[in-house]
Each structure stands twice: as C-alpha cells, then as structure tokens.
C-alpha cells in the first residue's frame, strides 16, 4: 500500500474585530527563525494542539486577543481542510469545501470515528490498528498521539538523552518502540495474543484462591447445618432411588389397569345403551305389529263378509226375477249379476293375500320377541359385567392414591439427599480447583514471538541515518548502528546519548528525518511531514548561554559547514517531503533559492516581530 503525504500550508490565529495572525509554511522546506520568546516554540505545540494535542497552549500574555487556531492541511489527491479549534481547548471543528463542516472529540475513539485522531489515521491509512503496550503482549488502539511525537520535535526533546522515538512525557517504551516497529513495517500487534502479566497472575491467583476458600467454606456450612451423616448420603439415595422405582413401576401398572378397565367401562355403558335403544324400539315395533294384525283381522271379516254376499245373491239369480216375475231362462238383463260376482271373486283372492300377509307378519313378530328376550339377556349380561369392572376401579383407585401418598413423602427427601450430594460434589470440586490455582505458574512468554524491530530493519534504517549525516557533513566516518536494547544510535563506536546536547539535537533530527525518507521510499504509514525545534543547536552563541559549556563533539561540530548542509539537504528533498524547521541561528547565504523563510525579528519597527 502507497501512502502519500501531506503537508501544512499555514497555522492562523483569529480573535475579534478580523484580529488575524498568520505563519506560512512551504510544501517543501520552511525555516521560521529569531530570536527567544518570539513565538517559535509556541507555534510548534499549537500544530500539536490542533491535532489534537491535550496540552493547553502556554497562557502568554500576547496570544490574550486571540480565540482560535486553525491549520490548513494539503492532504493526499490535493484535498484541501481546514482544522478549527478554540485556543483554550475543547473540540474540533473539521473544514472541507464541497462537505458541510463537522465537529470531531480531540481524543481517540475507537468506537466513534468523530475524532481527529481516527481523521488523520485514515489519511495515513493506518485506522484500526493494533500496539502492543507492554511485554504481555496487550493491546491498545494505535492513535494519532502515538505519531504526533515522531513527528512534531520539540526543543526539550530534541536535545534529551532518550531515544528520539520516546516522548518523555508519556514513559511508555514498549509502545513507543511498537509505534516505531509499525511504522517501519506496515505490520501492527493485532496478532499477537497477549499473555498474562507476572504481577497480574500473582494477583490473579491469590484472588482466585480466596474466592474458592470462601465458596468451599460456605459449602461446608451448608453441609453442617443439614447433614449430619454425609458418608450414608449415597446408600440413602440408592434406596430410595430403589424404592422410588418400585412405586413408580406399581404406579404404572396401576395406571395402565384403570386405563384398560376404564376404556372397557366406557365401551361396555356405550354398548348398554345402544341395545336399550334397540329393545325400545322393537318394543314400539311390536305394538305396530298387534296393531297391524287387527287392520289384517278386520280386513279378512270385511272381505268374507262380501264374498258370502256375492255367493247368495249369485244363487238366487236362479229364481224368477222379483221385480218382473219372469222365470231365469226369460229374464232380458243382468241385474248387476256379473259385478256382483267380480267383487266375489276379487274379495276371495284379497282374503287369500292378506292371510299371506299375515302370515308373514306373525313370523316377523315372533322373531323380534325372540329378539327382544335376547337383548334383555344381553343388557342383563352386559350391566352384571359392568359392575364387576366399577368394583374393580374401586379397588383399583385406593391403591394409586396410596402410592401417590407414598411418592409425594419420598421426593422430598430423595431431593435432600441428591442436594447434599451435590454439596458434597461441588465442595469437592472447588478443593481441586483451589489446589489447581495454588499449584498453577505465570505462563512464560514465547521465545519465538518477534518484539520490536527486526535486526535488518534496524540495519536499513541506520543505512539510512548514515546517509543523511553524509549529506549533512557531520564528522567522522559516520558508521551508524541502530542498538535494539535503547532504541537509539551508536555512531562511530559512541553512544548519541553520551554527548552533548547540541550533537544530540542534529543526531535527533537526522533519525527522523532517515525515518521518514525510510518510510516514504518504501510507502510506509507516514503523515509526510516533520516539524523540528532547534535541532541546530551546536551553534547556539555562547554568548547568550552563561554557564553552558560546550563539549568536544560540538567543538568540532561548530567548525564545519554542517549548518548549510543542513539545509540545503532538506530543501533538495522537498519534493519528497515537507520540512518545517524552527531555529534560533541566522540562516545560510542563498537559502531562499530552496526554502521558504520567515524571521521573527523581536524589534517593533523592523520586519515581524514574532508569531503573534
């Protein structure tokens, strides 16, 4: 992944009435220098403070017409924003023409990225990342903060005898030396599963066994007080658990006994009801019957009763007609004869049916009387039955309920005895974890994890630092070598931190300025910028330093033309980088070829006087 830099354009000041103070800065290199107590050192912590820096600004006397800073800030793509923050603290307010301006929290927030800290990260595309804070390998969120200091050089820090990566104000070495490992390599602590502390495990350990000494100790009061015969706790179960199956196996069978009886009850009061229903109505189909035979009774006497009618008057057609007097074979009409012998004839043959008829009906008759004494057999039967199998639920319900009885008293003590079992389990189980945790050791940390940077990396980047102090005429053969126990620069056999302060200033400025050409060619997570306080300061006038000697180094150091190297080496690379650099000593000749500068002269009638 590239990572294109950015630079600061300018840092304003506003106050009220249009009150304006601004300081330019170049896109390459800018020098701002003057005199002390001109505004140099306060113009760095006011870059600091409005990204987000949680430092008040100094409380001078001439920033008192002043309410806000702002800093304009050319970001990658030629994104141009504005930063906005009130000059006693607080808040953000974030500038970007096109987009409406939003407030953003001055301190990081992993969780809500409204804040200038997760803004800047994502313009180095480094959000979400992960440092390692200490040797167990915890994590932390990597801020803004963690870069500020690498990249804004303040005067006390360039000249201490800490590593250039340590902010002294934070004494946090492992992260420092993490924040530098990530920045050299891309790669964060995110996989790195962290270990338990030492101190942490004591701690930890000791706690956990008194925790477990109270449960156990709470364990055996309760034991105590309701048991007074643990060891006969598991034969008393297996009894009653013994018991408990037998009633439940009897309770079972019972069940399925009244189940089986019930089921032949209802099957028996359904069938009983049924055959009633079909005595009553054969019983009506009886009476229908008697009835029917009287209507085949009277219908046969109705019947005969015209054929003996038809019969006589048929006989006496053989005597002389009484009307006329004339004998049979002189008779010239009927008389109505041949009628009178067809309703005979068909009285005779209806007389023959209807006997049929009821014939059939007396065989139907006696056979549903035949029917109807079975079913009363059959209801009789089937009641006599019936009470048998009432007389056995009866028998059979007392038993149950018993059983139940029984079952109802043995379950509560069945479930003392399983809770004093499991008393006596958990009260076991907790001796063994509390011997467990007196027994247990801190884990040891894996030799094999890789901490910090790697030895060819260190090398490149002293190749680097080499280079850089070659460009800038610093004596001596100039063989760096990056030491990974303090983190800092041996150059020529000698320890940066063994010499004066001013040779430690321009060492200082020569780490971070290899830093960031180290991160720029290889496209490593770096802002692009580096503001640096003093790093001259070899060549500070003893004149205006009463009592501060100069040692050998810087002796030889203030002999060569380190100073005009300096500069012009940072002013040919600035199209690779933006360099800001805040001095106490007059510039070389012909700088203004190669950088921007601006003079604070500290004199109210000749040229800017100061920042403000």
Partial sequence: MTYAGWHIDRLRFTGADDLEAILEFAPGLTLVYGASNTGKSFAVKAIDFIMGGGRELPDIRERNPYNKVWMDLTLAQNRLVTLERGIVGGGLNLHEEGTPSRALNPTHNANNP?????FLL????ATGKKIAVDASGTHNNLTFRDIAGIVLTKEIAIQSEASPIELGDRGDITRERNVLKFMMTGEDDSAVVPLVKPKDFKTGRIAKASMLLDMIDQLNAEIAADYSDTEGLPDQCARINETLGRIETELSSARTSIRTLLD??????????????RSVDISLSLVSFEQLEAVYASDINRLEGLEEAGFLLRREATDPCPVCGAPPEAQTHSH??????????????????????RGELIKTVEDTKAEALKLVISIAQMRETL??????????????????????????????????LDLLKRRDEFIKQREAVEASKAPKHAETIQRGLSTQTAKELADVVSSVLGEWGFPGERQVFFDLKTYDLIIDGKERRNNGKGVRAITHAAFKVALLLYCRERGLPHPGFLVLDTPLLTYRDPMKSPGDTFTAEEHELRKTDLKERFFKHLGH????????????????????KYASVT?????????????L
């Fill in 387 to 420: 009470g048998v199998v009432e007389r056995k639920l009866e028998e059979a319900t007392p038993n149950i309920d018993e059983q139940q009885r029984q079952l109802s008293e043995i379950i509560p003590i069945r479930d003392h005895v399983r809770r004093g």
């Fill in 264 to 277: 032949e009850k209802r099957q028996l009061s359904s069938n009983i009801s049924a055959t009633e229903r």
């Fill in 573 to 592: 690379i600035g199209d690779r980088a933006q360099f800001i650099v805040f001095e106490n000593v007059d510039p070389p000749d012909g700088i203004a």
């Fill in 122 to 125: 994502r313009e180095m595309g």
């Fill in 599 to 611: 003079a604070f002269t500290n004199d109210l009638d000749t040229g800017r006087q100061g920042l």
């Fill in 336 to 357: 109505g004869l041949e009628g009178i012998e067809e309703v005979r004839a068909a009285s005779e043959i209806e007389v023959l049916k209807i006997k049929q008829q």
């Fill in 114 to 118: 409204a804040n200038i800290s997760t």
